[in-house]
């Protein structure tokens, strides 16, 4: 069993920085696949950045592309997405997830475990 905590949300202005952690537990991490979806208000959830369970493949959605980085810490069972020049359309709960398997999934339905959520809200 694997737990994802996210943290690091909070409040910025627009062109601001962020940058999110997810802490995993258990030992089998490193086989995970592990990926950035976010969630706004009266929205799907949707895929914004992903990573394979060895680091060597990113995916990210257009929008973000350029501004965001998604990130791994094997040693500390760690996740991050440094969010960079924000805009107020990148409020949302941001949600941590991930799934033993060596493909990169970008969809909600093909992740097994699921962090509660993290707040950002970006002002213009």
């Known amino acids: 069993q694997v737990q994802l905590v996210e943290s690091g949300g909070g409040l910025v202005q627009a062109g601001g920085s962020l940058r999110l952690s997810c802490a995993a537990s258990?030992?089998?991490?490193?086989?995970?696949?592990v990926a950035w979806f976010r969630q706004a208000p009266g929205k799907e959830r949707e895929f914004v950045s992903a990573?394979?369970?060895?680091?060597?493949?990113?995916a990210y959605i257009d929008s973000v592309k350029g501004r965001f980085t998604i990130s791994r810490d094997s040693a500390k069972n760690t996740v991050y997405l440094q969010m960079n020049s924000l805009k107020p359309e990148d409020t949302a709960v941001y949600y941590c997830?991930?799934?033993?398997?060596?493909?990169?999934?970008?969809?909600?339905?093909?992740?097994?475990?699921w962090g509660q959520g993290t707040q950002v809200t970006v002002s213009s």
């Open positions: 997830a991930g799934r033993p398997t060596p493909e990169l999934p970008k969809t909600v339905a093909e992740y097994t475990y």
């Open positions: 258990g030992r089998a991490f490193f086989m995970f696949a």
């Open positions: 990573m394979s369970r060895g680091g060597g493949s990113t």
